[in-house]
């Protein structure tokens, strides 16, 4: 992913509420959210270049998220898949403490990275440019290619975004899809310097990209309510003309 919005414990109906958008090369080969042949336990879209996916959840209660942190002046060769982190977290039975203090005794082998893990009842974040594993606290958060809650413009604007759905206390998702489907860029003066250059900075402003070969592939709405009920909802886009279709899921955890 490279847009998470998330809350946490902060609805009077939902302990978990996630919008994020799946940016991504144009011609990477993907498969969309289902659950995996290989691995039944695992509900999640996946990349078939590496094998590994960016978000997911269990059948188990185990959820894991992921983006990429931009650095590109610092990337290393044959470093190891990141999607990785986030299906092995989902597959295997270990605590989410006990893997990112496992992931951090080796995150520097890795492309920079932040990675959210836990279950429905406790979430934790590590990421590779920062020391420590966190507890992620109630309230509203969002995360994008920085640390989480690094105020860029996008994550900013999703923010408002995502507490104006919230109001209601049933949730549609299709407002959430709306909200996500934003591909205004930000004002040339609140752009992040992180070494792309002021067009390319530019075009990866909006919190939904667009552009001949790279953007905003799929968007994807989590809702787990104060029951353990889960709703898993992917809307995967065309991107020649942005149409697109939409699958969801159900389960109890």
């Not at 992913?1 to 302990?15: D, E, G, N, R, S």
């Not at 640390?147 to 209601?168: F, H, I, S, Y």
């Not at 990209?209 to 799929?218: F, L, M, N, T, V």
């Not at 353990?228 to 955890?253: G, H, K, Q």
């Amino acid at each position: 992913m490279c847009l998470i919005l998330f809350a946490y414990k902060t609805h009077p109906k939902y302990k978990l509420v996630v919008a994020a958008n799946r940016d991504e090369f144009y011609s990477r080969p993907t498969e969309p959210a289902m659950f995996w042949e290989d691995k039944p336990l695992i509900l999640a879209g996946k990349d078939l270049t590496a094998g590994g996916t960016w978000m997911g959840v269990s059948k188990q209660g185990k959820i894991s998220m992921l983006t990429n942190y931009r650095d590109l002046k610092n990337i290393k060769q044959n470093a190891p898949s990141r999607g990785h982190l986030v299906s092995d977290f989902l597959e295997n039975e270990v605590s989410a403490y006990d893997y990112l203090q496992r992931i951090a005794k080796n995150g520097n082998q890795y492309n920079g990275f932040n990675l959210i893990c836990g279950t429905v009842d406790e979430l934790y974040y590590y990421g590779n440019y920062k020391a420590g594993i966190y507890p992620i606290t109630s309230g509203y958060h969002g995360l994008s290619n920085a640390l989480l809650d690094t105020q860029w413009p996008k994550v900013d604007k999703g923010m408002n975004k995502l507490r104006e759905v919230l109001k209601a206390v049933n949730i549609d998702p299709g407002h959430l899809f709306e909200s996500l489907y934003d591909d205004i860029k930000a004002p040339e003066h609140l752009l992040p310097d992180t070494g792309v250059g002021i067009e390319r900075e530019s075009m990866l402003s909006p919190m939904f990209i667009k552009s001949p070969d790279y953007g905003s592939r799929c968007s994807t709405v989590l809702l787990v309510s104060n029951d353990n009920d889960v709703r898993y909802l992917e809307r995967t886009y065309n991107t020649t003309d942005f149409s697109y279709i939409d699958r969801a899921y159900e389960l109890t955890v």
